[in-house]
Structure formats: C-alpha cells, structure tokens
C-alpha cells in the first residue's frame, strides 16, 4: 500500500524538474506546468543541469548506471524545497526508488531527503495548492489516462480527475479499461513492442468508445503512446498533457 504522504502549506519557492520527454517533446507542458505554479504566486527554480532521472536504466535492470544518473539528480536540489515533476513515472522514481537505489551507500540519508520532497504537478496542485480554477473553454467532453506510476507507484489515480471536476465547462468520461497500462513503460515499448502495441490498440479502442474526442493525462510516456496510436489509426481523437489542458482552458 503506498504510504499516506504529509502535505506542507503552499510555499514560496519551488524546484521544478522537466523530464527528458517534456525536455525533448513537449516542452510546452513544461511551460505549462510552471506557469500554473507561477500563478499561483510560487516562484519556479528550473535547475538548468537536470537530466534524466535514471528510470530508463533502472526498469531495466542496469542499476548501476541508474546510480550514476540519479546522483547527478540529487546534487540538484540542495534548498529545503518542494519537488515537482509533471510525471508520475518519474515522481514515483525518484520518490520510491531513489531509496531503494541508495541504500546502504553513503548518499542513503540524502536519497531519502530528495525522496520526502517529491510531489507529482497533479498532486502538488490538489493537496499542496488546493487549486480553484475558472474555466474559460467552451463545453467539452473529455477521457483522461492516469499512469501506471501515477496510479499504483504513487497512489494519485483520483488527483487529474480532481483538477478537471473543476472545470465548469468540462465533462470527464472513464474509459473502461482506466487502470489498464497503455503499453508504453518507458523501455517495455522498445524490448516488447508486439504487446506494447496490443494494449495500447485496447487503451484507444477504449477512449474511443467514450464518445470523447479528446484525451488529458499527466505523463508525456502515455500521451506520446496513445496519441500516437490514434495518429497511426488516422482517428481523430486528440491527446494533451494536463498542464497544457488546464492552463489552455483557464488562461
């Protein structure tokens, strides 16, 4: 069962950490993501050396050089600060497995320190912001995907839910197969692309069956997956990161 985490008060300063895929994809969520925060009154601390989190080589088996990628991350964060990273895949990294990845060592007690700080956007925007929005988009109808580490590795399967309800203009559809995987996982798409491409065909066959056009998730993995797929089908269900999709409509 993941463990009840403790919300602080809303604080001045954060450290926002990108994510290679928002880095190289979609650097507008990122953006985005900050903006929200800014908004907010937060200031934003991007540090500019930030890579990857290790979660690549850790999922797949090379631990070592996972180590060697998250101790450049923790270096990064050296002020008491929030952590937010606009992922749960890489949240749940860094917060779950960073400890992991650390212990016995003598980065143990900083790993785990890094570790208490992390805060998924979606998560940081409900229980630390308690973010009120006013939705300046015509109706709609959307689906949303949580992530595999969103949902299980951080417990937040109801936080992205929790931010559209507050869209006035929004209706939020569930998709019959939510808590299934989109066949993305990082490396699995590479080593198992054959049943990669079998769950992602049941994660769009289901949005599509919502009726919704449009889809919203907070991991840039799945969106990159499943909008892909429906790119590839030639369907014309279209796919955004939450922190675009809040900001779009609320700006």
Excluded at 83 to 102: A, E, K, N
Excluded at 106 to 118: M, S
Excluded at 119 to 131: A, G, I, N, P, S
């Amino acid at each position: 069962m993941t463990p009840v985490k403790c919300y602080p008060a809303k604080p001045e300063r954060v450290y926002f950490f990108g994510t290679c895929l928002i880095d190289l994809f979609y650097p507008e969520a990122g953006l985005d993501g900050i903006r929200l925060l800014e908004r907010e009154g937060i200031e934003v601390v991007f540090p500019a050396d930030q890579t990857c989190c290790g979660q690549p080589a850790y999922t797949s088996g090379y631990q070592d050089e996972a180590r060697a990628v998250a101790a450049a991350q923790l270096a990064l964060f050296p002020e008491p600060w929030p952590i937010v990273v606009p992922s749960g895949s890489c949240g749940g990294m860094m917060r779950t497995h960073y400890p992991q990845l650390f212990a016995g060592s003598d980065r143990e007690d900083q790993a785990n320190e890094v570790a208490g700080r992390v805060f998924e956007l979606t998560e940081f925007l409900v229980h630390v912001c308690h973010l009120q929005l006013v939705d300046r988009g015509e109706p709609e109808t959307v689906a949303m995907h949580t992530s595999c580490s969103a949902r299980r590795e951080m417990g937040l399967a109801e936080t992205g839910p929790a931010l559209l309800a507050k869209l006035g203009q929004v209706t939020l559809v569930e998709q019959a197969r939510a808590s299934e995987c989109c066949g993305f996982g990082g490396t699995f798409a590479v080593r198992h692309p054959e049943v990669s491409a079998a769950m992602v065909e049941d994660k769009t066959q289901a949005i599509e069956a919502t009726g919704a056009e449009h889809f919203v998730t907070s991991d840039c993995g799945c969106l990159m997956n499943i909008a892909g797929r429906f790119e590839h089908q030639k369907k014309a269900v279209t796919g955004e990161h939450i922190a675009s999709y809040l900001w779009r409509r609320t700006s």
